[in-house]
């Protein structure tokens, strides 16, 4: 199982059971930190955290080309399928056992509106994801400020945390919820896209790793093997 970073706040996950292939928060029409010539594989799902265009991003277009199902809260679910996705709503809390893996959406302190042409549509609340699979455990925090709710978060192998601020976490209380999730490994997202969510991930890194924890900064494009 191949997980890539590719840019902001997008990850693919190839090759559950050599067979499925995921995308979280697919942001690649305009992503500035998208790296220049990634061709995405056949995508199997793709999970969206909240509907603002940086992070539901191509889901549209990928699932027109692909026939992928959106995995997402039960608004922005039904929002996609009146534009014809597949969709499986949830909402936060929720559990459902997909062929790829165990789904949990997790709470993210945020904003979740759509944009559709010149109106804002209520987009249902913002979500994290933990995902299991091949016996590994991938949380996608989403974007989210720091929550006591990451302290209820087990055994997870590695953990996607945003760093920019002003929207999301910034590198300090990014540091906090690393000691309360207490994961194996974290990799660093949701900054230095635009000057407004410009973050010091060396700084970030030192932190998490006199904590124990492996930090592991990957540029667009880069991968870890689980």
Known sequence: MKLTFLGHAVVLIEGIDSKYNVIIDPFITGNPAFPEGFELPKIDYVLVTHGHGDHLG????????????????????????????????????????????????????????????????????PCGFLIKAEGKTIYHAGDTGLTKEMELLKDVDV???????????????????????????????????WDIIKADVEHFKSEVEKLGVECKVLKPGESIVL
Request: overall charge neutral.
């Open 159 to 193: 953990a996607f945390l945003p760093i920019g601020g002003n929207f999301v976490m910034d590198a300090d209380d990014a540091v906090e919820a690393v000691k309360m999730i207490k994961p194996k490994m974290v990799v660093p997202i949701h900054y230095n896209t």
């Open 58 to 125: 191509d889901t549209l277009s990928i699932c027109q080309k692909h026939g992928s199902t959106v995995i997402s809260n039960f608004e922005l679910c039904n929002f996609l399928q009146l534009k014809g996705c597949k969709v499986h709503p949830m909402h936060v809390g929720g559990v459902y056992y997909f062929e790829f893996g165990k789904v949990k959406l997790t709470p993210a302190i945020h904003g979740s509106g759509i944009h559709d042409g010149d109106k804002v549509l209520y987009g249902g609340n």
